[in-house]
């Protein structure tokens, strides 16, 4: 059985990289991460405690094995990560509603266990994501590479909207916000 939950010790954050790591580009074939989406930020132990200790992330578990995860970024804490700074950076001069983007979370990364996808469970991450997060946030922010479409339209699904392009490390990249005062299709 699938339970979505807060992460809360060692042995989940070490599940969250174990997954990271089997998803990362670097680390799948070519056909994978065009049909299946990949990862292209790699983050350690001690920035995952970083994150924790002010936004935990929301984790998937199958009894104790963590399936999946959506690790939770404020800016404060995103700019000691170098890809995660320079979107900050981007999100700062960001407009949304004719208005600059303030009182954000980020996505700081998105991941589903290739046994687990299709099932909806980004979908029920993000969900998780907003029940947690959308008292004390306006949005919600990340950013997709361009080329990983699997990842950009179960983005959109849930509501995100382009805001921006940026480029980084030679990789077009899109910066989608969520809205959390506009109520998504799937919230209805």
């Given amino acids: 059985m699938l339970t979505l939950q807060l ?5 989940e954050m070490e599940g969250v990289l ?4 089997a ?5 799948i074939t070519e056909a994978e991460a065009e049909s299946q989406g990949f990862l292209m930020a790699e983050y350690d132990l ?6 924790q200790g002010s936004s935990p992330g929301i984790i998937a578990k199958d009894g104790e ?4 995860y959506s690790l939770v970024a404020l800016p404060d804490t995103a700019c000691q990560h170098p890809l995660l700074a320079d979107l900050v950076e981007n999100i700062e001069r960001c407009m949304f509603d004719g208005k600059p983007v303030e009182n ?9 266990s290739k046994y687990y996808r299709g099932q909806d469970l980004v979908q029920q991450l993000y969900g998780a994501f907003r029940e947690y997060y959308a008292s004390q946030y306006t949005y919600c922010v990340t950013d997709v590479a361009q080329a990983n479409t699997r990842s950009l339209k179960a983005h959109q699904k849930r509501g995100f909207q382009v805001i921006d392009t940026l480029n980084y490390g030679g990789i077009a990249w899109e910066i989608v916000l969520w809205d959390w005062n506009k109520k998504a299709a799937q919230d209805s």
Avoid at 18 to 21: I, W
Avoid at 65 to 68: F, L, N, R, T
């Fill in 7 to 11: 992460v809360t010790n060692l042995a």
């Fill in 18 to 21: 174990a997954l990271q790591q």
């Fill in 23 to 27: 998803n990362l580009r670097k680390n």
């Fill in 46 to 51: 001690a920035f995952l405690a970083l994150l």
């Fill in 65 to 68: 094995k963590v399936v999946g």
């Fill in 104 to 112: 954000y979370a980020i996505v700081a990364q998105l991941c589903v």
